[in-house]
């Protein structure tokens, strides 16, 4: 079941540009979390952003959190090549305690 | 060194098979899952637990099965009655809460011969 869509699947951008991945879910919702997976990797929690809560901001990433519009998201400033990877966004289910569930991710590609 | 470990790397399997994938935390964690990866398709939970002796099923179940018996370990089998296991498999665990911040293995490549 899906819950979280990212958008867009794939973004390739050129070093020191700004990257924006959004998600979009359907339920209500506790907290929603963005992870990174290098390929053939594991996934890396970045941040979490609760429902209460509009943006977070961890170095050079900046969340927002639009609970009417039920969409998040990620902006990364001044990329760098190791910055690419795939983005995942997940959330938990009806606002329940109740297992992750993940979007399809963004592919970023940066360029050097 | 605190961490979550899933062994092996890579898995080959021969139709007909069962395979066991392992997942041992030392991060003291109760919750664990495990999920499947396919290429365009982000993860899908298979099965998770929040403590010992203790498991549910998540979306596709089907074709797996899993143990808890102790807190550290959560092994995942992959049945024969899985007709498509080729897949990078994935195991985490969380300290707390179904929903809270997730930490994951280095990932099993499982390839059907």
């Known amino acids: 079941s899906q819950q979280g869509e990212e958008d867009p699947q794939a973004l390739s951008i050129q070093e020191g540009e700004n990257a924006t991945m959004n998600c979009s879910y359907k339920?209500?919702?506790?907290?929603l979390q963005w992870y990174r997976q290098n390929s053939g990797r594991g996934l890396v929690h970045l941040i979490l952003?609760?429902?209460?809560?509009r943006e977070k901001h961890s170095g050079r990433l900046r969340v927002t959190l639009d609970t009417s519009k039920k969409s998040s998201s990620l902006l990364i400033t001044a990329s760098r090549a190791a910055d690419t990877a795939s983005y995942f966004c997940?959330?938990?289910?009806?606002?329940?305690?109740?297992?992750?569930?993940f979007g399809k991710g963004t592919r970023l590609s940066v360029i050097a | 060194d605190g961490g979550i470990t899933q062994s092996p790397k890579y898995l080959f399997r021969k139709e007909g098979q069962n395979v066991t994938l392992s997942c041992e935390q030392n991060?003291?964690?109760?919750?664990m899952y495990w999920y499947r990866q396919d290429p365009g398709q982000g993860l899908r939970l298979i099965y998770y637990?929040?403590?010992?002796?203790?498991?549910q099923k998540g979306d596709i179940a089907e074709g797996y099965s899993v143990s808890r018996e102790k807190k550290e370990s959560f092994p995942l089998t992959v049945t024969s009655a899985q007709k498509n296991p080729t897949a990078f498999y994935l195991c985490?665990?969380?300290?707390?809460?179904?929903?809270?911040?997730?930490?994951f293995g280095q990932g099993t490549r499982l390839t059907v011969v």
């Open positions: 985490a665990s969380s300290m707390r809460g179904l929903a809270t911040e997730a930490f």
């Open positions: 339920t209500s919702i506790n907290n």
């Open positions: 952003i609760r429902s209460n809560e």
């Open positions: 997940a959330t938990d289910r009806n606002s329940g305690n109740t297992p992750l569930v």
């Open positions: 991060l003291n964690h109760d919750a």
């Open positions: 637990s929040q403590i010992v002796n203790d498991f």
